[in-house]
């Protein structure tokens, strides 16, 4: 079965999500408000989900291995999380001033990443590394940022350098040229964002002390999540923090996606200490949120009665629904339930790589935590250069082909596993790739 049978199947089923695409072509530019969810040759538009399970508007339902872009921790309306939520709205959806559950949830955060001493909140993950950079030039009085090849951090401008975009247009391998995202990113922004190697150890050192006297930061994504799940190695993040340590540069962590690798994020389980982090996602519990913290010296940039150095403001930052669903979701990460979640991811990490043997299909499955990503090919995936070069056709013959089966992955292969799961709806993926790699082999 070809790429062109899964598109034809896909289109005789979803008919209403088609419909509804036409109709918000007249309103919004390709009927789309949020470029990362479209998929071609339209995206499927939902009703509902509960638990594990997604609706669409032809009344199909799947079961969610993306939950959202990996923000519904504890899947579709988890029972605590909407009641949070209820009872935060019913008292009132914002207020011009400060409440409980913003103080509740800072401190959850404070007590569990271990190099957290102060933070504050935002409105998105973008808004948490744009004060990062921010605080970072604040306070050591440099310009220049780095970052990793592949890394996504956001649309601001000095990180929409270098992320999803072709290989061919990011030069050399072990010394990247600096290239912008999307158009529109001035050509300040460019010269003033380095690009490091991801896991490439010397070339990043050497590039940053190469840079050093400039540097205000160094930013990471301790797993490149959009890039496809793919893990720093231990010596990788170790070299960051000694290079940035011995020149004055501030190490900012993206944890964004990998704050669910355990209970204290990346840093814990890495243990390695960054000055900053980003946070956004499951902090919300499901509602729109970003937050950032680090040291209090940095972090005290910030404060209100010293000035600030540093302004951060927003409408909506802090409000006590987003607070109150966040701080609900996060107290339900526990060691208990974040160990068996890996587990089940470890487990269908496994049944990936037996049903494509079946099938004498090579794949890579990367990830830690409740991430996995799968990599249609019998190379190593270390970068964004070794995910980039698969087959692209075959990866969308397969995503179309797991909806089709009932499954929902991001388009780029990419998954996160909720707590509500079990080994059944493990069983559920691996028996619709099974089919899907069937259909391909006939």
Known sequence: MSLQNELDLYESVTL????????????????????????????????????????????IARTDFINNFTSLPHGHADPDVTLAIQDAAAK??????????QVRLAKLLCERLPSVDLVRFANSGTEATMNCVRAARAFTGRHKIAKAEGGYHGTHDAVSVSVKM??????DAANPDSVASTAGVPDAAIRDT?????????????????????????????????????????EYLRVLRDV???????????EVVSLRMGTGGAQERYQVMPDLTALGKVIGGGLPVGGFGGRADIMELFDPTAGPRVSQAGTFTGNPVTMAAGLTAMEKLTPEVMERTEALRDQLAEGIHDVSAEFDVPVQVT??????????????????????????????QVFLGLMNEGILVASYMVGALSTPMMEADVEVHLDALRRVLARHAD
């Open 244 to 254: 940035t340590y011995q020149h004055g540069i501030l190490l900012v962590f993206d």
């Open 166 to 171: 072709s290989p061919a247009l990011l030069g």
């Open 16 to 59: 209403r999500s088609r419909a509804l695409w036409a109709e918000a072509q007249r309103y919004m530019p390709g009927g789309d408000t949020r470029t990362s969810v479209f998929w071609p040759p339209y995206p499927l538009f939902f009703t509902h989900g509960i638990a594990t399970q997604i609706w669409d508007q032809d009344g």
């Open 92 to 101: 009132g959806a914002a207020f011009g001033g400060g409440n409980e559950p």
């Open 194 to 234: 380095v690009v490091l190697p991801y896991n490439d150890v010397e070339n990043s050192r050497r590039i940053v002390e190469a840079n050093a006297a400039e540097l205000a930061a160094v930013i990471v994504e301790p797993m490149l999540g959009s890039a496809g799940m793919i893990p720093a190695s231990p």
């Open 367 to 396: 990830g830690m935590g409740p991430f996995y990503a799968m990599h249609f090919t019998d190379h190593p995936i270390n970068n964004f250069r070794d995910a980039a070069n698969v087959d692209q056709e075959f990866k969308r």
